[in-house]
């Protein structure tokens, strides 16, 4: 029976290979820009975090300070600027901030040897030119850029993720109406046979199944061909992103089964409203 339905389903791909393709290409195209909206907005997810008023600025302390020592500096720059509010950050997350915000560190922070961290501490003023001043201390190694900067980046990368998510569903929504059209075509080209095949006593899964094959390997293919489009697109993008001297972002590796998963449901649902439309259709006439 599998066997049968496999190669009725193949022999209507090849009947119908032009609209076979145009089908897999409906299902690549939005479901690539899925894929790239989800790696870009697991990457983008910090600076969206930023988009907001106060400036926010990333000031590296000197390893070799001490608690004590810290705790002085932060008290000093608060009673100096009584308008800024200071933060160390933790520890927990203190490698995942220094690899995003001084990407030049990655190299060191991935070495077999063992690194002394330096304190990360975030600033939060009204005027990031004046914390860019402290790098001219002892104390302070590095400064990095003001917020004024992440705040574009944030509130670029969160409408992109809006606009791209919505071009994605609108496609999506497409090529669901199409796989469910040529079904439905198909459906009305095979009446003859599938009125046949119910008089001789065949099942509603013998006569559904070769549709249902049909439908999926077409979802098959676009998962695959979207996973590459999805790997391209953020590579294209990081080269970009690598140009601000920010970390590039990179595709989730669930992403490929995802896409092929999506692939195969979206035409398989397709196929299986429309099959039991014109079962019902079949059984009141």
């Known amino acids: 029976m599998t066997a049968h339905a496999l190669e009725e389903a193949l022999a209507l791909l090849r009947r119908r ?14 479901m690539s820009l899925a894929g790239f909206t989800i790696s870009l907005g697991l990457w983008a997810r910090p600076l969206v975090a930023l988009e907001r008023q106060t400036a926010v600025v990333r000031v590296l302390l000197h390893p070799q300070m001490d608690a004590e020592q810290r705790q ?14 200071l933060t160390e950050v933790k520890q927990e997350t203190l490698e995942e ?15 077999e040897n063992p ?3 330096p304190t990360l501490v975030e600033v ?24 004024s900067v992440d ?7 969160r409408r992109a993720g809006w606009i791209l998510s919505g071009i994605s569903v609108v496609l999506l929504a497409s090529a669901f109406l199409l796989a469910g059209t040529w079904i439905h075509l198909e459906v009305y ?15 509603e899964g013998a006569i559904r199944s070769p549709f249902l094959i049909a439908a999926l390997i ?34 989730p590796p669930w992403l490929p089964a995802a896409e092929i998963a999506v692939g195969m449901i979206l035409p398989a649902a397709a196929a299986v409203v429309t099959m039991a439309r014109h079962a019902r259709a079949g059984e009141t006439e």
């Open 97 to 111: 901030r220094l690899k995003l915000w001084f990407p030049y560190l990655e190299d060191l922070l991935a070495g």
């Open 151 to 157: 705040r574009i980046l944030g509130l670029m990368a």
């Open 218 to 251: 077409p979802g098959i293919c676009a998962g695959l061909a979207a996973s590459v489009g999805a790997w391209y697109l953020v590579a294209l993008v990081g080269t970009l992103v690598e140009a601000m001297g920010l970390t590039p972002p990179v595709c």
């Open 124 to 147: 939060e003023a009204g005027d990031p030119e004046e914390v860019s001043a402290l790098a001219k201390g002892p104390a302070v190694i590095a400064v990095g850029p003001t917020s």
């Open 17 to 30: 290979g032009a609209v076979s393709a145009v089908l897999a290409l409906s299902l690549a195209v939005p």
């Open 189 to 203: 080209r095979h009446a003859d046979e599938i009125t046949i095949m119910r008089l001789v006593g065949a099942t």
């Open 72 to 85: 002085d500096w932060l008290a000093k720059q608060a009673r100096i600027h009584p308008g800024w509010h």
């Open 115 to 117: 690194v002394e961290l």
